[in-house]
């Protein structure tokens, strides 16, 4: 009888998802354009491109306005790496898109700002000089932003938190671990997961540091967390 049940509800399901489907229409973007002649819709979308890529820029890169995600408080931009020739019979020339990597910011969760509140709060941290991590998925980002800032607090207060700075080499700044802390915190350039992909574990850059943050929580009568941060010098590669 739990086997019927089962591939009733299966069935449902299903269903019900073809049913989503097959009432749902998806909205061209640009329509009016399909008929265009192949020399004005270029143009069209260069200058869409054009006119979104009005972030920093470095020799080889260039970054897109900053701009909402779909996660509450998070804003990114998008990082395009370009690619270039290495004939030594012609000049270095541009060929291609290397790569395109997502920049974060994170400004705090606010209950109930609407999408374009949203966006527009994004859009004004546009020509700031901001603290833009590289992540790889925006769930992650926020909850690494998030602990961080968590991290942060709890640090100042002295309360919480635990610090092993023992794998750092500068004995000076062994002997400050807090103050190192706050000031890589402050500076982080990039995002990452932690080797052994632990929940609640995050691991972030922050020239001349890498440092992971490990919170885990209490499910006790007391409840509460507790977070561990653990510090290193980040290897210096020579190229």
């Known amino acids: 009888m739990r086997v019927f049940r089962i591939g009733v509800s299966v069935a449902a399901a299903i269903g019900l998802s073809g049913a989503i489907h097959a009432g749902t229409r998806i909205v061209p973007i640009h329509p009016e354009r399909a008929d265009m002649p192949e020399t004005q819709r270029r143009d069209l979308v260069l200058g869409d491109l054009d006119a979104i890529l009005t972030g920093p820029t470095s020799p080889t890169t260039i970054a897109t306005a900053p701009y909402a995600s779909w996660m509450e408080g998070l804003c990114r931009r998008d990082v395009l790496q ?113 080797p052994d992909q632990r929940d609640g574990c995050y691991g972030f850059t922050a020239f001349p540091y890498r440092f992971t943050i490990f919170i885990s929580f209490s499910y006790g009568v007391d409840g509460g967390y507790t977070t561990a941060i653990e510090m290193q010098d980040h290897e210096i590669v020579v190229t």
């Open 82 to 194: 370009l690619k270039y020739s290495r004939e030594r019979a012609s000049p270095v020339r541009p060929v291609g898109i290397q790569a395109v990597r997502v920049q974060y910011h994170f400004l705090g969760r606010e209950e109930g700002q609407s999408p374009e509140r949203r966006q527009k709060e994004c859009e004004k941290l546009a020509g700031k000089k901001l603290s833009w991590a590289f992540g790889d998925d925006d769930n992650f980002a926020v909850g690494a932003l998030t602990t961080i800032k968590t991290a942060e607090a709890d640090v100042r207060a002295k309360r919480r938190s635990t610090i092993d700075c023992d794998a750092l080499t500068d004995q000076a700044i062994e002997a400050a671990c807090a103050d190192a802390f706050l000031s890589a915190a402050s500076k982080i350039s990039e995002i990452w997961r932690c």
